[in-house]
């Protein structure tokens, strides 16, 4: 990620994530984010079946290839 340092914008990498539609893993120093659809993904997993954040991320490591990170079924 290039983060703006452009006059007048925020210096705050974080809000920079959030205006990007990205949710933040931290606040001091981001280095991962997650998208809001991947977060309603999980909430509905979560309180529907009762998944685990465990079970969730497995469940991702299953659909998404590293071979192919492109091709993530949708």
Known sequence: V?????PGS????????LKAQL?????????TAFT?????HFLIDALECKTSAM???????QLTSNAFPDSIPV
């Open 23 to 31: 949710f933040p893993a931290s606040t001091s120093c981001p280095r």
């Open 10 to 17: 925020n210096n705050q990498q974080h809000l920079q994530l």
């Open 55 to 61: 079970s969730f991320f497995q469940k991702l490591q």
């Open 2 to 6: 290039l983060w703006c340092h452009c």
């Open 36 to 40: 809001f659809n991947i977060l309603n």
